[in-house]
């Protein structure tokens, strides 16, 4: 009876998830590695070593890597600005970095556009009060400092929904302890505080590597292509814009999930170290 | 005074750029300011046609999550603790394999009938693997938080079968959990752009992309709007639980 309840309640989803979500994963690979007649090849991944796809590479994780390091660093700088005493300002912010950590894509790259676009406001009052004018000295919303600052707009609030707990966590009486012994505020800083942030604020960080580098739509919306980057190049592959090529598509996205296994291994290696500590 | 200081530069930069889609989706060209973008954004048909088809992939999402998550959660949480460890791993599974990734392997893998793949219900199926990880969090915390074995126990030694006890018992004592992770899924599906673009689908995402390289304005009112929407569900889930929902993979 138990067996036969078994099924009833979990057969569905755990068949559901196995159709479509492990034999997909699995099908990544095998298609990858399949030269389209029934054989093996390794041709697919070995052309990841072309310039284009090498530039790509380059550029997704310089990208990655640097609205990782600056949102871990924003994000955990406004963890700590927003858990002062007044309840609701924290309460204002979590609210909002809930939106914000979900509003990407293509709405994301059209309220830059208009603020920061060519014709944007941001652009057009800076142009016009103070005399700057951005498009000229170098920046484009278009380009890779462009994406940078659009994607930390989804960076900071992450790092901050992950770094809210880590800082609350901290106890008031650990400070007057460390005060009550002698310590001076750099040493409370450095000696109680680092220690104790550093661990999930590297977690976090790898979260925002690996949430940046998966990212598609923003970059779509915004660059349709000028700015080479693997999440891009996986969509074009796939659509067939200039030719279908699903299986250079496939060994594109191998490369990508195993950066992400990597990435959420280590996440989780972190978190498990984490907890291990708080508990105690 | 510092840190009001640099709060004040981080409200500015999430602001600002609201505020600009706003003034910017109400300019008419020249200095005139008016909601003729709206209007003529409402008046295009392909907003109704997209939206509309977003809107019934968001609720087919909704309902085929619900249906398979709720008995498995259920039974994870009353009887095998070791389907909740896997349900754990699986959760985690769409942000190793983003939807970019996972969009070339159900492609590759199915290739028919065309009555399924060449239609937008093909969608549901990965919208269901996006949503997963947010459904099952919020029904767990909702199972977690009655006491269900005692329930249970009460309600089939009074003589209730386990389809009566799953109907009458386990889903209104966690309404409110579906409703947040309906409500999640909604603004998931409504704002999902990856799946539908690669797979050549016209989903409100995909019409905003569009209206986007022909006008601004109406691409600034449309950008608004689904802003408005995420925000709304949003606040409903914060209402309905405490406790923040973290963001994974979404629709980025």
């Known amino acids: 009876m138990d067996g036969l309840n078994r099924l009833l309640f979990s057969g569905p989803l755990l068949l559901f998830v196995g159709a479509f979500l492990l034999l997909p994963s699995l099908q990544i690979g095998a298609s990858a590695l399949s030269d389209g007649h029934g054989g093996l090849t390794l041709r697919y991944i070995e052309a990841l070593g072309q310039p284009q796809y090498r530039t790509a590479f380059q550029n997704s994780v310089l990208l990655s890597g640097t609205t990782a390091l600056l949102g871990g660093l924003l994000g955990t700088l406004l963890a700590f600005l927003a858990s002062g005493r007044r309840g609701w300002l924290a309460e204002a912010v979590t609210a909002f970095s809930g939106v914000a950590a979900n509003f990407a894509g293509v709405p994301l790259a059209f309220a830059f556009i208009a603020t920061l676009g060519t014709t944007g406001l941001l652009t057009q009052f800076l142009k016009q009060a103070l005399g700057l004018d951005l498009y000229g000295s170098g920046f484009s919303l278009f380009s890779y400092w462009g994406l940078v600052v659009v994607y930390l707009y989804f960076q900071i609030p992450l790092m901050f929904l992950v770094m809210t707990p880590a800082v609350a966590g901290l106890r008031r009486e650990w400070r007057e302890a460390a005060e009550g012994l002698g310590a001076t505020p750099f040493q409370y800083w450095t000696r109680v505080v680092l220690p104790l942030i550093l661990p999930p604020a590297l977690a976090g960080t790898i979260l925002l590597f690996g949430n940046a580098f998966s990212a598609y739509a923003t970059p779509y919306a915004l660059t349709s292509g000028a700015l080479p980057l693997i999440p891009l190049q996986i969509g074009s592959a796939l659509q067939g814009n200039v030719a279908a090529d699903p299986q250079q598509g496939a060994a594109l996205a191998l490369g990508m999930v195993a950066l992400m296994l990597v990435s959420l291994g280590l996440y989780f290696a972190l978190e498990r170290r984490n907890s291990r500590w708080r508990q105690r | ?252």
Request: glycine share 10%.
């Open chain 2, 1 to 252: 005074m510092i840190r009001r200081l640099l709060l004040a530069l981080f409200g500015l930069y999430f602001l600002l750029p609201l505020l600009a889609t706003a003034v910017y989706s109400l300019w008419a060209g020249g200095n005139r300011y008016d909601l003729s973008a709206y209007a003529r954004i409402l008046a295009e048909p392909q907003f109704r046609s997209t939206f509309t088809l977003s809107l019934i992939l968001a609720v087919e999402t909704v309902a085929l999550s619900l249906l398979l998550l709720i008995p498995a959660v259920f039974w994870a949480n009353l009887r095998w603790p070791g389907l909740r460890t896997a349900l754990e791993v699986v959760s985690v599974l769409p942000f190793v394999v983003p939807p970019i990734a996972l969009v070339g392997g159900l492609t590759a893998l199915y290739k028919g009938p065309a009555w399924w793949i060449g239609t937008p219900q093909f969608l549901i199926v990965g919208y269901t693997v996006l949503a997963l990880p947010y459904t099952y969090r919020a029904l767990d915390v909702g199972m977690r938080s009655i006491d269900l074995k005692t329930l249970s126990e009460a309600a089939l030694s009074l003589g209730s079968g386990w389809l009566g006890l799953l109907l009458r018992v386990v889903v209104p004592g966690i309404l409110p959990s579906m409703l947040s992770a309906a409500l999640l899924t909604l603004a998931i599906v409504m704002g999902e752009f990856t799946f539908a673009n690669v797979l050549l689908f016209n989903t409100f995402a995909v019409f905003i992309n569009y209206v986007g390289q022909t006008q601004g304005t109406g691409a600034a009112a449309l950008s608004l709007l689904s802003f408005g929407l995420t925000w709304l569900a949003m606040i409903a889930i914060l209402r309905g639980s405490r406790q923040g929902q973290l963001s994974l993979g979404g629709g980025r």
